[in-house]
């Protein structure tokens, strides 16, 4: 299993969101690169990265430093928010993204999900963020009577690989992922799930990894110092038992 830490930026700036609230943001002291910087020397492979400006707003408001950040990066990058039209998908992949994570775009236009699948495979992802089970679109802003599981099944077929799935009740609490939804998703063929809201203990990476989930995204539980990336990265290779 992959480890993806997260770098979400505001205003140019480090941030966290507790529960998807911009209202409950912690802002760290840290520019975006000193964040990749810090991940790629503890061992990181992967990084996952969100314009929350451009997901909240629907369009990139931070591309001027996410760029730069994705052209010195030799790691594998995702990045998502704000992404709804090809040629910010172009863009981003030309930057040296690894993939790029479609939102809001992927529920409200699905003709533009199936043109960028058609173009780019593999480099597409969605996010799914659910509020009690339901669809979150617009930064999480709005919640959809759309269900989460039934979501992916369809994204599945449209011939989407890999979907990151965010319960926002979680997000940014350190109070623990929702295993039960992750042993759901797992039984999902053909569609890689990544995990992200609340994974906030070794036990919980590992669990994730014995159930066959791809990735899990860690964010404030790296910030706060709640987990180390070098032991969580170990427990997802499988190398360091809990």
Same mark, same amino acid.
């Given at each position: 299993m992959k480890i993806f830490? =997260? *770098?979400?930026i505001k205003d140019g700036r480090v941030v966290r969101l507790k529960y998807g609230d911009y209202q409950q943001?912690?802002?760290?002291?840290?520019?975006?690169?000193?964040?990749?910087? %810090?991940?790629?020397?503890?061992? =990181?492979?992967c990084v996952h990265v969100v314009d929350l400006d451009g997901a909240k707003d629907g369009h990139p408001g931070n591309a001027a430093v996410i760029e730069p950040l994705l052209k010195k990066s030799k790691l594998f990058a995702e990045i998502g928010g704000g992404i709804r039209d090809m040629a910010t998908i172009d863009r981003y992949l030309a930057a040296g993204a690894g993939r790029v994570i479609l939102g809001t775009a992927a529920l409200a236009d699905k003709k533009f999900l199936l043109d960028a699948i058609a173009k780019y495979g593999e480099k597409i992802a969605v996010g799914v963020d659910c509020r009690d089970g339901k669809v979150a679109v617009s930064g999480w802003l709005e919640t959809t009577a759309i269900e989460g599981i039934a979501f992916c099944l369809q994204l599945r077929d449209y011939g989407v690989k890999t979907v990151i799935y965010t319960d *926002?009740?979680?997000?940014?609490?350190?109070?623990?992922?929702?295993i039960d939804i992750y042993q759901q998703l797992s039984q999902i063929?053909?569609?890689? *799930?990544? %995990?992200?809201? $609340?994974?906030?203990?070794?036990?919980? *990476?590992?669990?994730?990894?014995?159930?066959?989930i791809a990735a %899990?995204?860690?964010?404030?539980? &790296?910030?706060?110092?709640? &987990? $180390? &990336?070098?032991?969580?990265?170990?427990v997802a290779r499988g190398e360091k038992e809990v």
């Open positions: 830490p =997260a *770098i979400d943001m912690s802002v760290y002291d840290m520019a975006p690169s000193d964040a990749l910087a %810090a991940f790629s020397d503890a061992g =990181a492979t *926002i009740s979680r997000d940014g609490a350190l109070s623990g992922a929702n063929t053909g569609l890689d *799930i990544v %995990a992200s809201g $609340g994974i906030s203990s070794l036990a919980e *990476i590992k669990q994730l990894r014995e159930m066959g %899990a995204i860690l964010g404030k539980s &790296l910030y706060s110092g709640k &987990l $180390g &990336l070098h032991d969580a990265l170990a």
